[in-house]
């Protein structure tokens, strides 16, 4: 019985899923030449600066004695290693001489002294990776310079270039879109794909909007539906549902390393997930979260205006900053490190350049100088996400400041509550003895408070002893009122309690304000030195706080005031700013299309791939501006083209004249995220519960389960979930052995079968196995069962189980894979 089961499966999937061979290949080199890429970076921005700060002494051509016949300063010699052998085995940290050197486990390297462990782990972390090496003959500092000059090459590179709108192209296409995309592909002598039948199509709209399958229900009123705006009419219901922002902020949360284990982050994520289903204008959307404090409120509502004068949202959004990393170092370097991170995560995620690899030197391959990184670095010292708090060894807490989200109307009612409170105290301090017993309840209160918040055993102890002592002082004042006096004073401690409840007690959301993180080396306002070799405690020459020349010129309106956070927000979103809408752009574009115009979404330098249609690239980045950076309007415009409507299916002839759909003459498939997988699991056995799905459903959408970076989840880890610790510019879309064995073995999967053979076996309109099937198929994976498939199924369920075929069903390409 289970060998005639199981070779039921393997026919079912035979049949199920497509062969894809070519596709794959071509797919895993653009992978791996972008992986190769980031591993680079990876190189430049944290191997590198630790050769030359701890080993250039020892180990390169400037040394008084090369020791060891190791040199650092040349990819050569790095890939050589020196008398002991090879530096490292690509993959394998354990194998590799330099881990052990670094860990003092064998030879002790520096001598001087071990690095930390942050350091180890960044080296453990490159070799994980295949210890990449740039192509650069030499690795040692740039050649030094009296100033940083920028040559001609450098400004005529083509991400620099102002936005131009070119004519559209004169070819037979539907929208201006496809114009571009047509004259290329005609130019290559290439046809493309037929159009996706309507079952394919509303699939991938549905996942692509909001993340989940369309229902049963939707896909037959999408089948009868033939009119010529039935397209447009399911665009518009999704992008009006609610989940839209649920699945499009996700895409925003991977750029910004969103974790829920940094307090109050839910904020956050809550104002990212309205952001997006309000279509807030993009450039806003940017201003609010570098300087959304020092925003003025666009509304009249006090109810959503802080009681600073920045909107209640503005406020929230700052949490952005918040999201950097924090190192347990000393709190000095744990400043410069969190500054790091966030230049790093304004640079790549939001203007598509890697300004943070510009910290130690001038940048190794893009025109940002040095002094380029400490004007913005001068920038977010000035400003505070930390209240500066400390744990052992003066390393800095990761406790991030948090702001109570207190409006103006609710503000209103406190201080009229609070003027009742005082007039009731006013009173109690009129009886004798009376103030001193108030005294000490509010010091029992606020004590209890600080024991339930502390986690020290220590700590805990020391405070109980304390407060076991202001009961007995308590006692003692009780006992030392008249009775009349104790009765009254009860009767008006009841009264002020009661009104001191009725006040207001608003969330709070961890948020940015002005000044530099308390009790650091730059707890103030100001300008920052260059730190030399990013070195914290190495000064050097002190650079206004200002932009990349590159990109905003030699003369520039100094900051004089503030951080220069508004400033910065307000250049970013500048019209004339070449990076920001074309970055922007070219993300949406990838998030429907499976690949963005340009290939490396957060590298639009020198090491990033050029675009593949600069010109339409341009047109949809002036569109975007033009239609007033709505999201929504531009992801409706790219949805209704045809080459959003083109088969996935593959054509030999197209395949081997490009292999890697660089001319879109089919439409990429992809694979569906873990959290689409999931809340797809979840939504068919009709288990899921969200903002717009009905409630008494047991699970939430994937977006609101814990993103920690203490501990990731293995199942996303397994499926390229993000990293939370990292900026994400796109996710890895690996094929493994265990993917395939979570969706046969794994509880959820079995489960959720289960439940839907339960479920078809209930209703009533469902009277036939035939019947039974089609409604599977199409809940399943959005599609109706070919004969060939009905006969197979039928003779599965004989032998074996309704809910094992579902399961079947389940771990086939359709339903992982959107066509």
């Known amino acids: ?77 790095i890939r050589k290693g020196g008398d002991s052998g090879p530096l490292f085995v690509p993959g394998k940290p354990k194998e590799s001489l330099i881990v052990t050197a670094l860990r003092h486990e064998e030879t002790a390297m520096p001598p001087s002294g071990k690095l930390s462990d942050t350091i180890i782990g960044d080296v453990v972390a490159w070799i994980e990776r295949g210890a990449a090496l740039p192509a650069e003959v030499t690795t040692g500092p740039a050649p030094r310079r009296e100033s940083f000059r920028i040559s001609d090459d450098d400004r005529n590179h083509w991400a620099f270039q102002p936005l131009k709108k070119t004519a559209v192209p004169e070819v037979k296409a539907d929208t201006p879109i496809d114009c571009y995309l047509q004259a290329k592909r005609q130019s290559a002598g290439l046809t493309p794909a037929k159009r996706a039948d309507k079952y394919a199509l509303l699939r991938r709209i549905t996942y692509d909007l909001i993340g989940l399958p369309p229902t049963v229900e939707q896909i037959n009123a999408f089948l009868a539906d033939d009119s010529p705006d039935a397209l447009p009419r399911v665009v518009d219901r999704l992008l009006a549902s609610r989940e839209f922002g649920v699945h499009w902020g996700r ?120 002094e380029d990184y400490y004007g913005l670095a001068g920038i977010f010292f000035s400003s505070k996400i930390s209240e500066g708090k400390l744990i052992a060894d003066d390393r800095l807490s990761d406790e991030v400041l948090t702001v109570p989200l207190l409006s103006k109307s609710d503000d209103a009612k406190n201080q009229a509550l609070q003027g009742r409170i005082d007039a009731v105290i006013a009173e109690i301090r009129s009886i004798p003895g009376a103030e001193r017993v108030l005294k000490v309840d509010r010091d029992i209160a606020e004590l209890e408070s600080k024991i339930q918040a502390t986690r020290v055993a220590a700590t805990k102890s020391k405070l109980t002893a304390q407060l076991t002592s202001l009961r007995q002082e308590e006692k003692k004042a009780r006992d030392s009122l008249e009775a009349d006096h104790l009765k009254r004073f009860g009767l008006l401690r009841d009264q002020m309690t009661s009104l001191e409840k009725q006040k207001i007690n608003p969330p709070a959301a961890m948020a940015t304000r002005e000044g530099g993180i308390p009790g650091s080396n730059r707890e103030k306002i100001g300008n920052a030195p260059v730190l030399i070799r990013g070195d914290f405690r190495r000064e050097g020459k002190i650079v206004p706080r200002r932009f990349p020349v590159i990109l905003a010129g030699e003369r520039q309106t100094a900051i004089t005031s503030g951080s220069g956070r508004l400033e910065l927000a307000k250049w970013i979103v500048q019209t004339d700013n070449p990076l920001t809408s074309r970055v922007a752009v070219n993300r949406i574009w990838r998030h429907l299309f499976g690949e963005g115009l340009v290939r490396t979404p957060g590298n639009f330098g020198r090491l990033g791939e050029k675009p593949t249609h600069p010109e339409l690239l341009d047109y949809l980045a002036t569109r975007f501006i033009e239609q007033g950076w709505s999201v929504k309007k531009l992801i409706r415009e790219m949805i209704l083209t045809e080459v959003y409507q083109l088969s996935s299916m593959d054509d030999p002839a197209q395949v081997k004249a490009d292999p890697a759909n660089m001319l879109l003459s089919r439409m990429n498939r992809k694979r569906l995220t873990y959290e689409s997988i999931r809340d797809s699991v979840y939504f068919v056995s009709e288990q899921l519960g969200s903002v717009s799905i009905p409630s008494g459903r047991t699970k939430t959408r994937t977006m609101f389960e814990p993103v920690e970076r203490s501990k990731r989840n293995e199942a996303m880890i397994m499926f390229d979930g993000p990293d939370p610790k990292e900026i994400i510019s796109e996710r890895a879309d690996s094929t493994t052995a265990t993917q395939a064995l979570y969706l046969m073995n794994n509880e959820l999967m079995l489960q959720a079968a289960t439940r839907i053979a339960e479920a078809i076996q209930k209703q009533p309109d469902l009277t036939t196995e035939e019947a039974r099937l089609n409604y599977v198929y199409r809940k399943v994976i959005g599609r109706r069962p070919t004969g060939l498939e009905v006969r197979l199924a039928s003779s599965f369920i004989e032998k074996g189980s309704w809910s094992s075929y579902i399961h079947v069903l389940m771990c086939t390409n359709e339903f992982v894979y959107v066509d």
């Open 1 to 77: 019985m289970f060998h005639s089961v199981e070779s039921s499966v393997a026919t079912v999937l035979r049949c199920t899923m497509r062969s894809r061979n070519l596709a794959c290949v071509a797919g895993w080199i653009v992978l791996s030449v972008s992986i190769v890429r980031a591993d680079v970076e990876l190189f430049e921005k944290k191997i590198r600066p630790v050769f030359v700060e701890h080993c250039f002494k020892c180990h390169s051509a400037g040394a008084k004695k090369l020791k060891g016949g190791l040199r650092l300063d040349t990819v050569a010699g």
């Open 251 to 370: 895409h925003w949360l991977d750029g910004v390393r969103y974790a829920t284990d940094v307090d109050k982050s839910g904020r956050y994520r809550e104002w990212v997930i309205r952001s997006f289903n309000d279509n807030l204008p993009y450039d806003r959307f940017l201003m609010m979260q570098l300087a959304g404090d020092l925003l003025p409120a666009e509304t009249t509502d006090p109810a959503k205006i802080h009681v600073s004068g920045a909107s209640l949202d503005g406020i929230a959004a700052t949490g952005l900053l918040s999201l950097a990393v924090f190192e347990k170092v000393a709190r000095d370097l744990a400043v410069a490190e969190i500054v790091d991170s966030q230049i790093d995560l304004v640079g790549r995620q939001i203007i598509g350049l890697t300004l943070a690899c510009a910290r130690c030197h001038d940048h190794k391959f893009d025109p940002i100088s040095t």
